[in-house]
């Protein structure tokens, strides 16, 4: 057969991209003679390849890198690569090739073989030193995961057979490295796929391959990179930005919190108190603006499929999924299925954090009633929150955020992405003003406003399941000034109790003797708590303040860093797909860090934290 050759126009067009690379640092996504395509976001020392047009697993391993070449067949890639390998390896001393492919049959799964069989990946490589040693890493790497229960078994890549052409045979004296697996993904008998193990795949091999780059850049007396991940993609293409766009269209059509918050709180409380409190108050809602059943239309029509980048893909998914179950539960708003879709969403309350928040109201004294006439006014909260807002936009002019005072919210303050909501009922302890503040707009706005800032809305409306860390740094904050007293950590001890008990079936004014007789809060406090967690119809979100601080608590004890959660809205779970992302270099620093954390007062207190301390040890004596 008569070998293709690129098409003359397209070895000059690639050349004058890669002049643009190397002298203008512009990206490279060149298409070319139909259906290839050579991407690379910046100079690097090495080229994933796939040659076939059909989007399978090596196909995805390969556009996921930061540098590749899609090509159809192995005369095209042979000409394009000798063309990046020379270029790059002037500019980077060093360079390999990493070719991807499937294996023709999964040959360890047979019918009479046991559940548990492993998947066969095979390696191949050329004879320097360097290759070997991108080899040797790549199978350490590899054989450390598991797929699905299949564990991989690697070995050696054997000779071509029946005149099958390989790029290595194109190469002439280019570094490289072969890799070859089973199609473990694949439905045995049939074409389906199962997308998720695909995906677990494709996750695995992206890693494994850029272990070996950094094994080969070691060998071959360069200097590797601090970490491996930092070879991976430092720009998202168009089509993140577009999907990360048309999910935080569907964010912003609602706010979850103000739909589920009772807009009559106080006559609530009167009512309750009128009927000595023996039974329910009716709660009334704001209607929906929107239409639950088309918004999820929007949200399913969004693509992510075509993503080449799988931690970004991931992150967009159990976002979606988390927009679905949040307007579910508003679709469901004052039903039974509202309590249950809220427990999928926040979690049942684990016995240990029930264990914690009885230990703090067994151990600290009953707070006196609150006076609702005394404290600060909401024109005096709304003044100092605009103060301190003024304080952030002084170090960052961008930084964008409103005050507004409501009178249909109960008592306290809310944020709805960079405005503050203050209530009109607000009446707060001067003392408390600096710690809520902090916790409000040090920690809630600082996070939309850094997260807006690195270019991903998902950042500043939040991760899935970012709710917990914001909640336990923002009580972090509310102790760093200072300002953990006794009767504030006993609200959020009180609040998993309830919480507990709503998830138990409890009734609203079962809950509410329960924190009054049984635990001492005072009757306007234990109302307050109880209306937040029946709000909706039954929300666990409550449960989260205390959960979230203990796991701030643990990180800091653990010698862990608070810098990457300044950078938006995450979860812990996300810490780790956080710092590979800055490894990479697609998410930069905070723009702005609270200002509380370089005040006096809190350095010592810090200082204790990261020695390690309980929640209960935050109460200033």
């Known amino acids: 057969m008569k070998p293709k050759l690129v098409e003359p126009d397209s070895l000059p067009a690639i050349e004058l991209s890669l002049d643009g690379l190397l002298k203008d640092g512009k990206p490279v996504r060149h298409d070319f003679c139909n259906g290839n ?60 090739v990493l070719d991807f492919g499937e294996l023709a049959e999964d040959r360890f799964l047979t019918d009479d073989a046991p559940f548990l069989t492993p998947f066969e990946i095979a390696l191949a490589s050329g004879g320097t030193t360097a290759e070997k040693a991108a080899l040797k890493r790549f199978a350490a790497a590899a054989s450390e995961r598991e797929a699905k229960y299949r564990t991989p078994r690697v070995g050696d890549l054997g000779p071509a057979s029946g005149g099958e052409a390989r790029l290595s045979d194109r190469l002439d004296d280019v570094a490289w490295l072969a890799v070859r697996f089973a199609r473990i993904y694949k439905v045995p008998g049939a074409e389906r796929i199962y997308p998720a193990l695909r995906d677990l795949v494709v996750a695995n091999m992206v890693d494994s391959a850029l272990q070996a780059v950094s094994a080969f850049l070691s060998a071959s007396s360069l200097e590797p990179p601090a970490t491996h991940r930092s070879l991976g993609r430092r720009a998202f293409i168009d089509a993140v930005a577009r999907a990360d766009r048309a999910i935080d269209e569907v964010a912003t059509a609602f706010d979850f919190l103000l739909a589920v918050t009772p807009i009559n709180a106080e006559s609530a409380w009167l009512e309750f108190r009128a009927r000595d409190f023996e039974q329910a108050p009716r709660l009334l809602y704001r209607p929906l603006e929107f239409e639950v059943s088309a918004e999820k239309r929007k949200l399913y029509s969004i693509s992510l499929d075509h993503l080449e980048d799988p931690v970004l893909t991931e992150l967009l998914s159990e976002k979606q999924q988390e927009l679905d179950l949040q307007l579910s539960m508003l679709a469901a708003r004052e039903t039974p299925r509202f309590v249950e879709l809220g427990r999928a969403l926040y979690g049942d309350v684990e016995p240990g954090l029930a264990a914690r928040a009885r230990a703090i109201l067994e151990k600290t004294p009953d707070a006196p009633a609150a006076i609702q006439a005394e404290g600060l006014s909401a024109d005096a909260v709304a ?239």
């Not at 059909?54 to 995805?60: G, L």
Request: proline letters at 4%; one cysteine or more.
């Open 37 to 96: 395509r050579l991407h690379m976001d910046r100079p690097l020392p090495f080229l994933c390849v796939h040659i076939g047009r059909y989007q399978n697993a090596a196909f995805h391993i390969a556009s996921a890198s930061a540098s590749y070449l899609i090509a159809a067949d192995v005369d095209i890639a042979g000409d394009v690569v000798r063309m990046v390998a020379r270029r790059m390896r002037d500019h980077c001393g060093a360079f390999l």
């Open 383 to 621: 003044a100092a929150a605009r103060d301190m807002i003024a304080a952030y936009r002084a170090m960052h002019p961008d930084f964008d955020a409103s005050v507004e005072i409501r009178a249909d919210l109960p008592a306290g303050l809310l944020v709805s992405r960079n405005r503050l909501f203050v209530s009109r009922d607000t009446r707060l302890a001067p003392e408390r003003l600096a710690a809520l503040l902090s916790h409000e707009v040090g920690v809630h706005l600082l996070t939309y406003f850094n997260g807006d800032m690195q270019g991903l809305s998902m950042l500043r409306n939040g991760l899935a399941g970012y709710e917990g860390m914001q909640e336990g740094l923002a009580v972090l904050a509310e102790y760093l000034v200072g300002g953990m007293t006794a009767a504030r950590l006993r609200l959020i001890a009180a609040r998993v109790i309830a919480c507990q008990a709503m998830l138990s079936r409890a009734a609203f004014e079962e809950v509410f003797r329960l924190l009054h007789r049984d635990h001492g809060l005072d009757e306007r406090s234990a109302f307050n708590v109880v209306l937040r967690v029946f709000r909706g119809g039954g929300l666990a979100k409550d449960a989260i303040y205390l959960r979230g601080v203990t796991q701030v608590l643990h990180h800091l004890r653990s010698g862990g860093s608070l810098t990457p959660f300044w950078i938006g809205k995450i979860s812990a779970a996300h810490f780790g797909a956080i710092q590979e992302l800055n490894a990479r270099g697609l998410l930069g620093p905070p723009r702005l860090e609270p200002a509380f954390l370089s005040s006096e007062a809190a350095r010592p207190r810090l200082k204790k934290a990261m020695a390690g301390i309980e929640p209960i040890d935050m109460i200033e004596t």
